[in-house]
Structures are given as structure tokens and as C-alpha cells.
């Protein structure tokens, strides 16, 4: 078992305590250096990258110890670059939900066997478990057959607008990915997301008197309540598809028929066949006003795609479950609603396991947590997987 736990736990301070928001970008760019020095003393190509118009910083770390071939078979057969390609990709992002000035608020502390902290759980003790398992096959010598390449971005809470290219990019070059999102309690991880995106329903009608012309006005309100009922009923949980208005505005004083509403909706799909139908559903809102002379107009897309499970996949599950057995652990897996950068490297046919890292809960909240006893657990569960992926080359 890992035994390393201490050093963790250090390194695990000094990088919950820097500010890392999505809109900071220094305190991204901080923790970027803190893992390029790290992965550049076991020997990896370590770079800072810029990624984007707004230049989030993102760690790049290579190893080709592995050798990894050139247009194999795998690589033709799915369309990718006949390019280098890495055994595994190690993915996480830097960056979180907190603004700037949290961490002042609340430090990274223990308390019994819990960790808490800005991010401790989504997803910078994930980050560490796939620096230190890298840091444990070096020091076993099992680092020189393996060709990895790690991948942190620092805009995931955002979307990953400026660095999802990179990322599609190298999972292409990838045989396997793991992202380090946590690990749910009782070691269960991600083998299927959601896909989702959002879309802005605008509904524009006339103002007028509410009480002495009402008939001179159209009511904006009144239109997007008919488009939300039509909204509603894209909701089909037989295919796994979803379509929650979340946000509504609309009018201004009561006695006035508002001129404008708008609707914020959430939607996410099971099934990648679903995106098409979803987005041509909006598109078409325009052509089907209820009240005479509304208007409706849509932004908006389905921007990650669902992250379904492959032969391939389940493969890479059932050997992931294989070793846990072997350190007495059962490892499970889920399928969430909620999206990662998974979806876009599972899109692409690239073998895709999520929540790789330290088991935790309550992501988003000042209440999120990790469980310190799972350090060791993920640490040698994940580096023994990745030897056993070397034995398979061999």
C-alpha cells in the first residue's frame, strides 16, 4: 500500500490553499507550476501551456519511455493522427468553483479522517493522486514502459472553452484515459455521463396598459409560459434526456404587459442521438409562437457530447474492479448527470474512466469534503492498474 501519505497531505495544503477560480488565472497558472516541477523531477516533459483567446494556463507532461507506436491499427481504425501514441492520459483541471479571497476564508484543514478546503474534493485531490502515482511508478521503475501523457486545464468549471481542443487533441494520440473527478463514496466511479448544454429562450412582445389597453399589448410572459410547457415536455427519462427551465425573467412593474421574458434551460442527454433532435426542437421555437405577432428567439447549444460506455471501456472498468479485489476493495461504478472533460475524450472512441480520484462528496459547496483513508487506497489501486497495463504490452 502507498505509503507516502504524509507528503501528500503537504502537498495537498499547498495547493488548496492557492486561489485558483476559474477567473484567476494567476493562482491557476500556480498550481500549473507547483505540478511542472514535480512532474519534471521524475523525468517527464513538463510545460505550462497558454491555451485559448484568453490564455488559460494548462500542465502538459509527456513521457515516451513506453514507445509508443505510430499508426497502429487502433489508431487507423478510429481516424486519429498517425502520430506517437500514449498508453494512458492522466486528465484533471486546476481550477474551481470558488472566487478569489476563499481561501482566506477557510484554509485547507483535517478534521478526523476528512479533509476540507476550496476544491479539496473537485478536483485538486484528484490532481494529486495522479501526480503520486506517477511518482510511484518511478520510483519502482515502472515509469520508463509506460508512455503517459498528463493533461490539466485550468477553465473545466467554464466549460473548457479554451482548452477543449488540446484536450481532443491528445486523447486522440491516447489508447486510455483516466480522469481524476472524484471517486464517490464506497469507491464507485464514472462510467457514463450526460451529455448537456444550455439554451436562452426569448420571448419579445409590446408594452401597454395592463388595466386600460391591455388589448394593444402582447405579452411576453404570456408567450414564453406556452414555450415552457413545450419545453417541458422534451423531459424523457426513458432515454435519459432532460430539459429543466431554471431561470426566468419577465416584466418590470404590475401594471404594465411586459414587452420581454427569458428563460434559462438546462438540458443534458443520455444518448448522443438525442443532440439533434434537442437542438432542432429550439431551432424551430421561432416558427411556432402561440400569441399573434410574439416573437421568439434562441441561443444556445448542446456543447458536450454524453460520455456512453464502450466494449473498450467496460474492459478498462473490469480490470480497474480486478485489482481493486486483489487490495480488498469493491469497486462499482455510476452513471451522472453531471458532464466532465470525459465526455469529449469518450466522444472520440478513447476508452474513458472517470472519477479516479480520492473519494469525496458535496463538489460546489463550502461543506465538500475528501476521506484521507482513500489517499493510499486510489494512490496504489490506480498504480497498480497501470502495471498491469504494461504487463498486457508485454
Not at 19 to 41: C, M, N, T, W, Y
Not at 165 to 172: D, L, N, V
Not at 256 to 269: S, T
Not at 292 to 317: F, N, Y
Request: charged share 25%; net charge negative; with cysteine.
Amino acid at each position: 500500500m502507498f505509503k507516502h501519505t504524509d507528503l501528500f497531505l503537504k502537498d495537498f495544503q499547498t495547493i488548496v490553499n492557492i486561489d485558483s477560480s476559474s477567473d484567476h488565472l494567476p493562482g491557476i497558472e500556480k498550481v500549473a507550476r507547483f505540478f511542472q516541477k514535480r512532474f519534471s523531477a521524475i523525468g517527464l516533459a513538463a510545460d505550462v501551456l497558454f491555451q485559448g483567446n484568453a490564455k488559460v494556463p494548462c500542465l502538459q507532461a509527456v513521457s515516451d519511455h513506453g514507445h509508443g507506436t505510430t499508426g497502429n491499427k487502433d489508431s487507423a481504425k478510429n481516424g486519429r493522427e498517425d502520430a506517437a501514441v500514449y498508453d494512458l492520459m492522466f486528465m484533471g483541471h486546476m481550477d474551481t468553483v470558488f472566487p478569489f479571497g476563499e481561501v482566506e476564508k477557510r484554509q485547507f484543514s483535517i478534521q478526523g479522517d476528512k479533509a476540507f478546503g476550496p476544491g479539496v474534493c473537485d478536483m485538486k485531490g484528484g490532481l494529486l493522486v495522479a501526480l503520486h502515482v506517477l511518482e510511484t511508478l518511478e520510483r519502482e521503475g515502472a515509469l520508463e514502459k509506460l508512455s503517459v501523457c498528463v493533461a490539466f486545464n485550468g477553465d473545466e468549471e467554464t466549460g473548457s472553452t479554451n482548452s477543449k481542443e488540446w484536450i481532443r487533441s491528445t486523447a486522440k494520440k491516447s489508447r486510455n484515459v483516466f480522469v481524476f473527478e472524484p471517486c464517490r463514496p464506497g469507491y464507485r466511479m464514472v462510467s457514463q455521463r450526460k451529455g448537456g448544454g444550455w439554451f436562452h429562450v426569448t420571448a419579445t412582445g409590446k408594452e401597454a396598459h395592463a388595466g386600460a389597453d391591455p388589448d394593444k399589448g402582447i405579452n411576453a410572459v404570456v408567450e414564453l409560459a406556452n414555450q415552457i410547457v413545450a419545453i417541458d415536455k422534451l423531459n424523457d427519462p426513458d432515454r435519459g434526456t432532460s430539459a429543466q427551465v431554471t431561470v426566468v425573467n419577465g416584466g418590470d412593474k404590475v401594471n404594465i404587459i411586459p414587452n420581454q421574458a427569458v428563460a434559462a434551460v438546462d438540458v443534458r442527454i443520455a444518448q448522443l442521438g438525442e443532440k439533434e433532435k434537442v437542438e432542432r426542437f429550439f431551432n424551430t421555437l421561432c416558427d411556432n409562437t402561440i400569441l399573434p405577432r410574439a416573437k421568439i428567439s434562441v441561443q444556445g447549444q448542446i456543447d458536450r457530447p454524453p460520455m456512453e460506455t464502450t466494449q473498450k471501456s467496460l474492459a478498462l472498468l473490469d480490470l480497474i474492479i480486478d485489482e481493486g479485489k486483489k487490495i480488498g476493495i469493491d469497486v462499482t461504478s455510476i452513471a451522472t448527470g453531471g458532464c466532465s472533460d470525459g465526455n469529449f475524450t469518450a466522444a472520440l472512441g478513447t476508452p474513458t474512466i472517470d472519477g479516479m480520484g480520492i473519494v469525496g462528496a458535496n463538489s460546489h459547496r463550502q461543506d465538500e469534503y475528501v476521506e484521507l483513508s482513500s489517499i493510499p487506497v486510489m494512490v496504489t489501486l490506480i498504480s497498480n492498474v497501470c502495471k498491469s497495463l504494461i504487463s498486457g504490452k508485454s
